[in-house]
């Protein structure tokens, strides 16, 4: 049977997750694969990937119901939050550490990975403190604990520093030690994203280094946890096209079998997510893809067949709650989504100062951009009967382009259109606004190749295109996302709600 992607008979094709899952980690559990990634920003965050074959995965949950401090995320930060988690498995508990480089290193764990998650615990404070990883080591019952650093906020980067740790990941039992110092390392720069593992009588720490757009995958080996570490690449982009390739995990199948998952860069559609096969050479090293070399085809792992799966994006929204596959760009408040008694997402026209700027907003739903060519479309209906309340559909990035119904000074209800370019600070129009007799539209985005999307919009007569083709664009860190929104100018008193039905996302 052919599986996942278009590849040949028992075959997958990469990329397996075609979407912004940036920093992935995985593991076993059983027969069970779980993986998890950086949310940066969004609300909820960590998201939770489930999988039984590696390639086939759905969205069981996400981790984080909220950013903490909450008050420090009540408006859009969408570069900051959490950054690279590292996922494990240790006394029946999972655990997820990630570093938020404005506050430092945080671990949260549960019975089970639906839950319930304990509140963060700020396991290091400091700025600048990434990429944290845990190893509780089996042979001895010591506890370590290895990072990363950020320059824009410590001053420093291409290092790894690491600690012991209390065995329950309260507490760090020492200042820490410089484990690995990249500059000493010729030609190595920009050393981040460790996963820590033991394996063969070896501490293994395996690492990307060189950048998310050019770099390369390293391993670093010693006996002793503070080493010193021999180092080797071992996953580059040689004859490819996969650039990076960069940070992932480690994960051994009940057979035997060793894979190795990590992101690709790939401009607005964010860090989609390779699998590549991993065997050890002669001298105990590890060979990733075909003799280090990213795969594109390759055999499906030795697991059993799984129908083929993919996290969620279609949704009608039953009784006016949203999916899993859904994030706000800040800690969402209270009725911001209303549930009712049919389908439909029912979101208030929430008042601001920044309306002419979605990149400002808290109160934008979002999902990530697909990987590949498709057609995104809603139904809208918008019931606020104050001028200049607004609701839509939108690409939102470090530039932002939205199509959707806005209630004019004449009363009527009008089919807008705006975007707005990294350096600008509000929206204009892409096209001019015209009447939305029944103040219903269906929206639609086509997105080409290279995120390139052209808007239309369907108010009774047939889709008809507006504005000239948009470019998506990602923000510093985070692909670009597709947003439904609702908004009404600054003011007193409620100002009403828009109704959107039917999002799909379709194949081109």
Known sequence: MSRKGGGRVGTYTNPVLNADWSDPDVIRVGDDFYLTASSFGRVPGLPLLHSRDLVNWT??????????????FARPRHDCGVWAPSLRHHDDRFWIFWGDPDQGIFQINAPDVRG??????????????IDPCPLWDEETGEAYLVHAWARSRAGVK?????????????????????????????????????????HDGWFWILAPAGGVETGWQGAFRARDFFGPYEERIVLEQKHTDVNGPHQGG????????????????????????????LRWDADGWPVLGDD??????????????????????????????????????????????????????RLTCVR????????????????????????VEVDLRLDAAEPGARAGLAV????????????????????VHRFAEPVADRERDAAPARLAPRGRARLRIEIGAGARCRFLHDTGAGPVSSGPVFAATPWRWVGALLGLFALAPDGPGPAGAALFEHFRITAL
Request: proline share 10%; with cysteine; hydrophobic share 35%.
């Open 59 to 72: 969205l069981v949950g996400h981790a984080l119901d909220r950013l903490h401090p909450e008050a420090a």
């Open 116 to 129: 319930p998650w304990t509140r963060p615990h700020l396991l290091k404070a400091g700025r600048g403190l």
């Open 158 to 198: 291409n290092r790894l520093t690491g600690h012991r740790m209390q065995p329950d990941a309260t507490a760090l039992l020492d200042e820490g030690k410089v484990v690995v110092d990249a500059d000493r390392i010729p030609g190595w720069f920009t050393l981040e994203g460790p996963k820590l593992y033991r």
């Open 250 to 277: 480690w994960v051994r199948t009940p057979s035997g079998e060793d894979w190795f998952l990590h992101f690709q860069q790939r401009g607005a559609y964010g860090r989609v997510v390779h699998l590549q096969p």
């Open 292 to 345: 280090g070399a990213p795969v594109t085809v390759h055999r499906m792992p030795d697991l059993p067949p799984q129908p083929p799966a993919a996290p969620a994006t279609d949704d009608d929204f039953p009784g006016g709650r949203y999916g899993r596959q859904w994030q706000w760009t800040a800690n969402p408040r209270d009725g911001w989504a209303t549930q009712h008694s049919a389908d439909g997402l």
């Open 352 to 375: 601001s100062a920044d309306a002419h700027d979605l990149r400002k907003l808290p109160n934008v739903l979002t999902q990530r951009l697909p990987g590949l060519p498709c057609a």
């Open 396 to 415: 939102l990035g470090d530039a932002f382009s939205w199509i959707g119904l806005e209630r004019g000074a004449d009363g009527r209800v009008h089919l």
